[in-house]
């Protein structure tokens, strides 16, 4: 199809002129006999980390949709520029730093070395949208010193009415006119990172070259470079603005449309799947550490340590009044470690004072320190047997009570699928009940429950915390540090790159090639004690159980400005046109939950 394309574009010549008019930089392009080596590089995850769609905040269907330009009438996440222009801290802030921490600085580097490479064309090649896009790449390439003989991105039609099925089909016909303009080449090379894009341009340099050698010219040569991904994600409070603002412009506009026909109006929902005591990171490395003193040599664990089951549902108000409620602290110490059939290592914790109200569902107030494959968090509630902890190695720490969110987008009357609730993850075979634990829903409370007399030096309703998993679910590690289980870690920086790289797994499709979600989590953050950790308990076939709470979310207010009004004139208005509110920049704003 792009040979074909190409072909029926040949007819209108290839020269320097025809081949400007793809490139959105007013430059004069180097003379055909000065060069012999074309260089192009994709711009997302590739030269630069482009924020994907947060996998601990949306669900499986919804994170899917988020890529899709069909999911909102103004096209989805790759389809709006204030989504990319509210990276870090907004382009008012990171404009000033050159997007400082947001370059892949191994592809920088490579980009340079071709700047001053005489003989080689330097070209930026994306399929972002030209009209939507042109004026905000431009800022972030520029800011960063980078100089590109072209800069491509996709429009509506090419120079010489080219109707573009896909964004490879975009950019195969734009590589096909860049070789049929410079005719002394000797090598071309390809800088991109989503492997599905690396074999089809390999395919397609391949029939190139056939063509090439059937009319007696001599092979290029040909190379694909696959780099590492290096995907992250915006900041959790400004991504769900972001979202939000995006269903409020749907909804909008879907005022102006026909009643026959007309889509459903959007809007986000929020699911609770249970309530712990969270534990903050810096405490969760302490529980690791004193695990691996204890049980030194354990290989293959995965990390938890993150939270204390309270309830396995939204906790009711009469719970949380008992335990302080919500956002509200709780010291305990270290008492006793046990382990569950050598895969599977728990502590039991002791409230501090020991007269202090808590609740939870197990039969004693527990930590999973980490399990193998195989094990379940709920197989804590099996150890038969508890060890003291030895003298001086128990500690205190503080925690505070959380709920366990996941996010997604509705339609106004739509059904919704409960399955599609949980994150991606493998299905696992089914449990029968297990006879040896005691029910979840009898509840343990420590202290007088009946008590009025509550102790604030133990239980304080300051607001600090963060997620999590908790001890009956799947939790990951969820601090930065070392180790972060299999589900944890952000997605920061390069992994390998340059020439020869290979690319690891991806976590986002092309820009208009939407499929399911990507099973890898994205890193952690420390936003609010609501937990936007992808591990959670594993839920029976069908969905989550009838008592799972679903709220309709208000609209959001918009979060604190950065710098310049955003957006200025002219610039990143949202695609076919202004949007009547106004955008979040990122960094730092209100609480998460004031979103919803």
């Known amino acids: 199809m792009a040979f074909d394309q190409a072909n029926t ?36 995850n590739t030269l630069f980390k482009t924020p994907l769609p947060n996998p601990k905040l949306w669900n499986n269907t919804t994170y899917a949709q988020l890529s899709s330009p069909s999911i909102f009438l103004r096209g989805g996440w790759w389809h709006d520029p204030r989504i990319l222009a509210a990276t870090g801290e907004g382009v008012e802030q990171e404009e ?77 016909i734009f590589i096909l006119s860049l070789l049929a303009t410079y005719t002394n080449l000797d090598e071309i090379r390809i800088y991109e990172d989503r492997h599905e894009h ?32 290096i995907s992250t994600n915006l900041d959790p409070v400004v991504e769900v603005a972001e979202v939000q603002h995006m269903i409020n412009d749907h909804n909008e506009l879907l005022k102006q449309q026909p009643a026959n026909g007309r889509k459903d109006r959007l809007h986000i929902k929020k699911s609770i799947f249970f309530t712990s005591y969270m534990i903050e990171p810096p405490d969760t490395a302490r529980l690791i550490a004193l695990l691996n003193s204890i049980e030194p040599g354990i290989d293959d664990l995965k990390y938890l340590a993150n939270t204390i089951l309270i309830t396995a549902k939204p906790c009711p ?52 320190l980490g399990l193998r494959r195989g094990a379940r968090p709920a197989d804590v509630n099996k150890i038969q047997h508890w060890q003291p902890i030895p003298p001086g190695k128990s500690f205190a720490f503080e925690t505070t009570v959380g709920e366990k969110v996941l996010l997604r987008i509705d339609q106004d009357g739509g059904h919704h699928d409960d399955q599609n609730e949980r994150p991606s993850q493998p ?67 390069p992994r390998g790159s340059g020439r020869g790289g290979r690319g690891g797994s991806h976590g986002y499709r092309s820009l208009d090639d939407v499929d399911t979600r990507d099973n890898n989590g994205q890193g952690g953050f420390n936003s609010s004690t609501v937990s936007y950790d992808d591990n959670f308990p594993s839920m029976p076939q069908g969905g989550p159980p009838h008592h799972q709470q679903q709220q309709q979310l208000p609209l959001p207010p918009p979060p604190p400005q950065f710098g310049q009004p955003f957006p200025q004139q002219g610039q990143w208005q949202p695609p076919n046109g202004p949007s009547s509110q106004a955008r979040p920049l990122g960094g730092p704003g209100p609480d998460l939950q004031s979103f919803y």
């Open 427 to 493: 299905r696992k075979r089914k449990f029968p009940a297990d006879e040896d634990r005691r029910s979840r829903h009898s509840g343990n409370f420590g202290g007088n429950i009946n008590s009025s007399n509550h102790n604030r030096e133990f239980h304080t309703s300051s607001f600090q915390g963060r997620g999590g998993g908790e001890n009956r679910g799947r939790g990951g590690y969820r601090g930065n540090g070392p180790s972060r289980g299999n589900r944890g870690g952000g997605r920061g920086g």
């Open 9 to 44: 574009a040949g007819a209108h010549g290839f020269t320097l002129t025809a081949l400007s008019r793809w490139s959105i930089l007013d430059k004069k392009l180097p003379p055909v006999d000065k060069i012999s080596a074309i260089h192009v590089y994709d711009f997302d």
């Open 317 to 368: 108000k009469s719970v949380l009044d008992r335990i302080g409620g919500m956002h509200s602290k709780m010291k305990w110490a270290v008492a006793d470690i046990g382990s569950y059939s050598k895969n599977l290592w728990a502590i039991r914790v002791k409230p501090v004072p020991a007269n202090a109200k808590y609740h939870t569902d197990n039969p004693s107030p527990s930590v999973v």
């Open 96 to 172: 000033k730093r050159a997007w400082s921490s947001w370059w892949n600085e191994k592809i920088v580097e490579l980009v340079r070395l071709t700047m001053q490479q005489e003989d080689a064309l330097c070209v930026l090649l994306t399929g972002r949208s030209e009209p939507e896009f042109s004026q905000l790449l431009k800022k972030i390439i520029t800011s960063k010193g980078l100089d590109f003989d072209m800069v491509g991105l996709k429009p509506p039609v090419g120079p010489n009415n080219e109707r573009f099925q896909s964004t490879m089909n975009f950019k195969q």
């Open 198 to 229: 690396v074999v089809r341009f390999r395919d397609f340099l391949d029939e190139y070259n056939k063509q090439r050698v059937n009319r007696g010219i001599a092979a290029l040569t040909a190379e694909v470079v696959e780099v590492a991904e």
